[in-house]
DNA sequence: GTATGTGAACCACTTCACAGCA
DNA sequence: TGCTGTGAAGTGGTTCACATAC
């Protein structure tokens, strides 16, 4: 039955769903694809073929109901439920990890915290005890996670993501600068700022001879 | 001359830039693309075509030298120079980038700080001594800056970028959670944890009745 | 012998355009 | 009438495969 869904299709999901969050917030009953799409920059026709790929949402004739589709979304993503999370990394970088308050809210909770330096062990950041590094395995035995978070120094992530993923975690939120090899069946996501701006400095570049005022 | 280079290939020039850096780095001479590719997860053919928008730069039967390719990498995406970046909003999202340390040795230094709570204005963070954004415009004009950073609440955030993007800054690196609107010639870049997460959980609840072990 | 550079073939995603339904 | 859902057409990016050069 399923034919496969492309992996672009999943990564505007929670963008739809974030929308619709705010429109639900703001009394909104129903939505085109038309009026969303502009929201977001997205064609119509995009919208709607995303959208075909799980079901039929919507109504001819009206659009789509907010709260029903909102859900739909939620439950197509999973975010119906709450998910764990194990942090590997308590430098700065991981510090303000610990303190970000963006993650509880959408129902990922940071269960456990881990770094290899004598001097951080046993920290209480943000109301978690910095556990040590080689107790990893272990911890997560007792209590499993469903993502790991990276947030080591460059040489160290590799080693990492590989005994977080030999612990059965199936999915990774990498901060490292690298490029992580991980199996097939592991999903990593890579958040690299210095990578988003190294590419539109050739942008920045190119335009410096082309004056816009 | 100019055959339009896909933003894909832009994109990915800083991973290929940053993996020769590091080649570089350990005295490595020559490299090729098949041992690239494997190093990065990309295919040889992927890298050369990439490559071949912007010149020839390898030798037949040997492969790439990497100080050199290294060079043209950096030439072509303008890391060869600095960048002045000014941030906005210097809550607790803003100032781990002020504290973050990542920015500074690629070249991107932060030269202001802005935020609208009085509580925070006058305060000294890392360095740098936080600005009223009512004073953004009158700062830019006397020191432009690149590149603007955006880490406000949601609500605050578009409006911010319409104020930087009236200010002349061409590229936008958007912490905040919003699909942000920006003229065409401008660039932006979303940083977004949650949306990695919540296209993540897609695949782990799908696994969940697929056993691996 | 070996690895690049590149047209051509392929594939995947996006957009079109319209039938169908409210 | 208005907007969805969707095959079909179109577009853009990736991979192939080989001539070319070292």
């Known amino acids: 039955m399923?034919?496969?869904?492309?992996?672009?299709?999943?990564?505007?999901?929670?963008?739809?769903?974030?929308?619709?969050?705010?429109?639900?917030?703001?009394?909104?009953?129903v939505v085109s694809s038309q009026e969303?799409?502009?929201?977001?920059?997205?064609?119509?026709?995009?919208?709607r073929k995303d959208l075909s790929y799980f079901g039929r949402f919507g109504k001819q004739g009206r659009g789509y109901s907010v709260p029903?589709?909102?859900?739909?979304?939620?439950q197509i993503l999973g975010l119906d439920?709450?998910?764990?999370?194990?942090?590997?990394?308590?430098?700065?970088?991981?510090?303000?990890?610990?303190?970000?308050?963006?993650?509880a809210p959408q129902g990922f909770r940071i269960i456990g915290a881990f770094d290899a330096e004598p001097a951080t062990i046993g920290q209480q950041v943000n109301?978690?005890?910095?556990?040590?590094?080689?107790?990893l395995e272990a911890s997560l035995r007792t209590r499993p996670a469903d993502i790991g978070i990276v947030a080591t120094p460059a040489a160290q992530a590799q080693q990492v993501?590989?005994?977080?993923?030999?612990?059965?975690v199936k999915a990774i939120l990498n901060y490292a600068p690298i490029a992580a090899h991980v199996p097939p069946h592991v999903h990593?996501?890579?958040i690299d700022p210095v990578l988003s701006l190294q590419s539109m400095t050739f942008y920045l570049k190119s335009q410096l001879t082309a004056p816009v005022k």
Chains 1, 2 share one sequence.
């Open 68 to 74: 029903r589709l909102l859900e739909e979304l939620r």
């Open 2 to 29: 399923p034919i496969e869904i492309p992996d672009v299709v999943i990564d505007r999901l929670p963008v739809y769903a974030r929308a619709l969050a705010l429109l639900d917030r703001n009394g909104r009953a």
């Open 36 to 47: 969303l799409g502009a929201q977001l920059g997205v064609t119509p026709a995009q919208i």
């Open 81 to 103: 439920r709450e998910w764990t999370m194990v942090l590997v990394g308590v430098g700065q970088l991981g510090r303000a990890i610990l303190a970000y308050g963006g993650f």
């Open 188 to 190: 990593i996501k890579d």
């Open 161 to 168: 993501i590989d005994r977080l993923v030999g612990c059965g």
């Open 127 to 135: 109301g978690a005890r910095v556990q040590p590094a080689s107790e």
